[in-house]
């Protein structure tokens, strides 16, 4: 799979191109900010763009997605819960659910619903080697729980079911706040203190 980690905006966002190596039907996860800079890595890597996916409603996760879909047809996909958030911020053209899963060329993606940050919140597992995160999970952190949506509890519950997925997905956050822009599920599972947390109690002690 062609696959490209994009630094976009002043809040250290992260957009992920992927695309099949022999086909070059691709996806974009997380359109933010400047689709001037995507649809040139579009075109760069001979992209033929099919599917935008929205992890959730944040505007800074979806703000690149509408000028995008105008440029390539495009569908954008997002969860159920997201759709009625986005107000506008982005459209939508299909709604999904926990454990939706679509192929490209022979890449299998499945989407997991990990509510928590956003009551919408998705990760996606990529041809089982990218573990894309969203603001679920971050290197060494995970996503705020204290927003309008927000819920500590499920996302201590999304963060148990990320932990319990094999260690050599390579996790890819929705943002570049960590020390490495992206590292080994089995890596976080030993130093990153939110999957390190026991139970709620431990978890919402957390700074
Ligand atoms: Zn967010």
């Known amino acids: 799979m062609i696959f490209e980690q994009l630094n976009l905006g002043n809040m250290q966002n992260f957009s992920y191109l992927f695309a099949d190596s022999l086909t070059h039907e691709g996806f974009i996860i997380d359109p933010a900010f400047d689709h001037v800079v995507i649809m040139e890595a579009v075109k760069r890597l001979k992209i033929n763009l099919t599917r935008i996916i929205l992890t959730h409603h944040h505007f ?16 954008i996909i997002c969860h159920r819960e997201t759709a009625p958030l986005l107000h506008g911020g982005a459209s939508y053209d299909r709604l999904i659910d926990d454990n939706y899963s679509f192929t490209t060329g022979n890449s299998k993606i499945v989407c997991l619903h990990t509510p928590g940050h956003a009551p919408g919140s998705l990760c996606l597992i990529v041809s089982d080697k990218w ?4 603001d679920t999970l971050f290197i060494n ?59 709620i109690e431990e978890f919402c002690k957390l700074p």
């Open 60 to 75: 800074d996760h979806i703000n690149a997605a509408n000028p995008i879909k105008s440029q390539t047809g495009a569908e």
């Open 141 to 199: 952190d995970c996503g705020r729980a204290d927003l309008a949506g927000s819920s500590p509890k499920a996302l201590f519950e999304s963060l148990q079911r990320l932990k319990a997925l094999p260690d050599h997905l390579i996790v890819c956050p929705g943002h570049n706040y960590g020390p490495a822009p992206t590292r080994i599920l089995g890596k976080e599972k030993q130093l990153n203190p939110t999957l390190l947390a026991k139970n």
């Open 131 to 134: 573990l894309i995160t969203g």
